[in-house]
């Protein structure tokens, strides 16, 4: 049975920092494309950042792209987001997806930027 599970999100102030954390059980975490999306109040869920399996090839979304970093440590089944710079349009509950599997998404994580 997969199992995603997101941790890591809180308060932060503009500027700050965060580092998402998402435990993969359930499948060979190792040999998929995995997703970070985000959705903020009143906003359709959009793609942040993917990470091919073997973590070698990177994309982001062009309002994170340099604050951002997508990571993933396959022997922890574990997948990161390290999010820097952060803006008050950051705020959104962020979820991990691996896209092939259409209906399943996780509990996500709230991050929230403001002062």
């Known amino acids: 049975q997969v199992q995603l599970v997101e941790s890591g999100g809180g308060l932060v102030q503009p500027g700050g920092s965060l580092r998402l954390s998402c435990a993969a059980s359930?499948?060979?975490?190792?040999?998929?494309?995995m997703t970070w999306y985000r959705q903020a109040p009143g906003k359709q869920r959009e793609l942040v950042a993917a990470i091919s399996s073997n973590g070698g090839l990177r994309n982001y979304a062009d309002s994170v792209k340099g604050r951002f970093t997508i990571s993933r440590d396959n022997a922890k089944n574990t997948l990161y987001l390290q999010m820097n710079s952060l803006k008050p349009e950051d705020t959104a509950v962020y979820y991990c997806?691996?896209?092939?599997?259409?209906?399943?998404w996780g509990q996500g994580t709230q991050v929230t930027v403001s002062s």
């Open positions: 359930g499948f060979t975490f190792s040999s998929y494309v």
């Open positions: 997806k691996r896209p092939d599997l259409t209906n399943y």
